[in-house]
């Protein structure tokens, strides 16, 4: 069956760096596209970071450009997330996502189950 499995959460100081992985299995990874999304208390779930499945496309929320890295690696079957200069704002449930391209008769969506990061001092 399909899983996302995300992990690399936790603390860390305002400036600081962390990275997310997403694990994914039980569909053809290479073909889909994967995103990370974000959700704050009282907030409604964001879009962060996006890759596409074989080209590699990325695409970026505003508030994280410069800043975070999306990157996949379609052997492993893994999609992170390179986080640098943390700010207090992105403190957030960080959950990954995979969409099925167009071209699939059925599209498919699934998530994670989402990982924790909290930036404080």
């Known amino acids: 069956q399909v899983q996302l499995v995300e992990s690399g959460g936790g603390l860390v100081q305002p400036g600081g760096s962390l990275r997310l992985s997403c694990a994914a299995s039980?569909?053809?990874?290479?073909?889909?596209?994967m995103s990370w999304y974000r959700q704050a208390p009282g907030k409604e779930r964001e879009l962060v970071a996006t890759?596409?499945?074989?080209?590699?496309?990325?695409n970026y929320a505003d508030s994280v450009k410069g800043r975070f890295a999306i990157s996949r690696d379609n052997i492993k079957n893994t999609v992170y997330l390179q986080m640098n200069s943390l700010k207090p704002e992105d403190t957030a449930v960080y959950y990954c996502?995979?969409?099925?391209?167009?071209?699939?008769?059925?599209?498919?969506?699934?998530w994670g189950q989402g990982t924790q990061v909290t930036v404080s001092s």
């Open positions: 890759i596409t499945g074989t080209e590699r496309s990325t």
């Open positions: 039980g569909f053809i990874f290479r073909n889909y596209a």
């Open positions: 996502n995979a969409l099925a391209p167009t071209w699939y008769s059925k599209r498919n969506a699934y």
